[in-house]
């Protein structure tokens, strides 16, 4: 399918690598201006100490059609995101389309251990950056939406509600990391409740697995030979690349009822079905089907390895 964004812009926070590049780029391919956020550029990494940089995916976003701004920004700093969104409605004549909620950096702080054992400052560090981030940059970033009546809010989270319920108790493992991904979906349903009478739409979407830059390093591949990691990892068949993920944004930025689905937890793998588009290999990946017949009743098995690892 053809989607047009000609003429909108877009906020990625969170945009230097893995879902938010994809998407940044996705946005860029449909033709609209994307601000592009993040620590790491080329002046210096961030503490995650990944080589990928806001300049770069600014530039992808600029090669795939559309416009790239990279803005140095850490969005636990309101100072910060508040001088963001001052630049964008200088630059912008007040105009933003798309709110993307991307923020994470929490890879390394998560524990698979009870909460009285997990490290109270990583866990605690966790949430600043998964939850705080996202409300912090809402609240400079709606209000140049609202002005306009229209626009689109994306929640990035790991898991739908639909797929949460089947672990055990419904619980992802991990407290703290539990509490980032649920929150970013209870997140988009305020968002929601709170802008339609604005007719902004807010989701939370979902990616399967994600064929990020790190989980490609982990398996020594690339994305030009992902299903060569398959044999390290046989879940690695069921994989996307970011694009996937960034073609669900631009399908829902595109649906002009769009707001049908505000408040709503949605994951690529059905936007996927419904919008017609293809990950970047032209494969349609369904990571939901296979974690509900293969996943799920295996859930005790797999959590129980985790929290032996820790």
Request: charged share 25%; hydrophobic share 40%.
């Amino acid at each position: 399918m053809a989607f047009s964004l000609a003429g909108h812009v877009a906020l990625v926070a969170g945009g230097t690598r893995g879902g938010g590049r994809g998407i940044a780029t996705e946005l860029g391919a449909a033709g609209a201006t994307v601000y592009v956020t993040g620590r790491s550029t080329r002046a210096g990494k961030s503490d995650l100490g990944r080589p990928e940089t806001i300049e770069e995916t600014a530039e992808l976003v600029t090669a795939a059609g559309g416009t790239g701004i990279a803005v140095p920004c850490d969005h636990s700093d309101p100072d910060q995101v508040k001088q963001l969104v001052d630049r964008i409605a200088g630059e912008q004549n007040g105009r933003l389309d798309i709110l993307v909620n991307d923020v994470w950096g929490g890879d390394s702080l998560v524990q698979w251990v009870p909460l009285w054992e997990h490290s109270l400052d990583d866990g605690l560090t966790l949430l600043h950056r998964a939850i705080d981030t996202h409300l912090i940059t809402s609240h400079f970033a709606l209000p140049l939406m609202t002005a306009r009546g229209s626009g689109l809010v994306v929640e990035v989270t790991d898991g739908t509600e639909e797929l949460n319920a089947l672990f055990p108790d419904g619980y992802r493992g991990s407290p703290f990391f539990d509490l980032a991904k649920t929150s970013v979906i209870r997140l988009a349903r305020i968002q929601a409740a709170e802008l339609r009478r604005h007719r902004i739409a807010a989701v939370a979407l979902t990616p399967g697995f994600l064929r990020s830059e790190a989980v490609l390093d982990h398996l020594g591949v690339t994305e030009e030979n992902w299903r060569a990691g398959i044999e390290k990892d046989p879940h690695f068949a069921h994989s996307e690349s970011p694009a996937f993920l960034g073609r669900a944004v631009v399908a829902l930025a595109t649906d002009p009822d769009v707001m049908s689905k505000t408040g709503k937890s949605l994951a690529t793998w059905d936007l996927a079905e419904e919008y017609g588009f293809t990950d970047a290999d032209g494969s349609r990946p369904h990571w939901g089907r296979y974690f509900r017949e293969a996943l799920a009743p295996q859930l005790d098995t797999i959590i129980d390895e985790l929290s032996n690892q820790g």
